[in-house]
């Protein structure tokens, strides 16, 4: 099938290496960040989420570290395996006059090398 | 389903006919979104519902787009006299609450993929 990560920035790494995934969102104002994994010709997946009142989260073999400073987002796979291979995106949940939606980033390729 | 359910899974349309998409969210769940996905692209916002109230439908491209959720549980986007442009994944995401609170996961579906040919 068609990758959903045809024209997207990639990330080439070994197996067993660390891989470090970058974004950075638009909103000062938003409050809460999600990253999402998404493999092709399925939905994206949550992976690991942060507030805006903390620097640093970790998950099983995920970290998020969040700068609010330069509105920059990143996200750490420790001994990145063939199964991470998928496009990963962030997302910034933007509350507007009442309602709230999620914000996608341009999202990063990743492939792993065996 | 323990999931989003979106059907069909994949729709070819002749450019100008009129497609219906159909979202089953997580039962229970509030919120319920719509995403339009181009190839290469991220997923970008539709339109956005709280139980069967359409509060948001800013990402609509055109009035060719509708979407209803009438009794606050299946949704339903329609695209009217369907053009090239339209091809892409049309996703559908389901949330427990309203938004109020953050860590609000937002789950999806495995989307729709429409080529309008």
């Known amino acids: 099938g068609e990758s959903v990560g045809l024209h997207l920035p990639t990330l080439s790494v070994q197996e067993g290496d660390n891989s470090i995934i970058n974004c950075a969102y638009s909103n000062s104002a938003s409050d809460y960040f999600i990253w999402y994994k998404q493999e092709s010709g399925k939905g994206p997946q949550f992976i690991i989420d942060i507030r805006s009142n903390m620097d640093k989260r970790q998950g099983q073999r995920v970290t998020v570290l969040l700068n609010k400073t330069v509105k920059h987002l990143s996200l750490q796979i420790a001994a990145t395996q063939p199964g991470d291979s998928a496009v990963y995106f962030c997302?910034?949940?933007?509350?507007?006059?009442?309602?709230?939606?999620?914000?996608f980033g341009t999202g990063t390729r990743l492939k792993v090398l065996a | 389903g323990a999931g989003v359910s979106q059907s069909p899974r994949y729709k070819v349309a002749k450019r100008g006919q009129d497609v219906a998409l159909r979202c089953d969210p997580i039962s229970g769940h509030v919120s319920l979104f719509w995403y339009q996905q181009a190839l290469g692209q991220g997923p970008e916002f539709l339109t956005y519902?709280?139980?069967?109230?359409?509060?948001?439908k800013s990402g609509l491209p055109s009035d060719r787009f509708f979407a209803e959720r009438p009794e606050g549980s299946v949704s339903t986007l329609k695209i009217q006299r369907t053009q090239q442009e339209d091809s892409a994944v049309y996703l559908c995401?389901?949330?427990?609450?309203?938004?109020?609170?953050?860590?609000?996961?937002?789950?999806f579906g495995q989307g729709t993929r429409l080529t309008v040919v």
């Open positions: 997302a910034e949940m933007l509350l507007t006059s009442g309602t709230y939606k999620y914000i």
């Open positions: 519902f709280q139980n069967e109230a359409q509060l948001d």
């Open positions: 995401a389901s949330s427990l609450d309203q938004g109020f609170s953050i860590d609000t996961e937002a789950f």
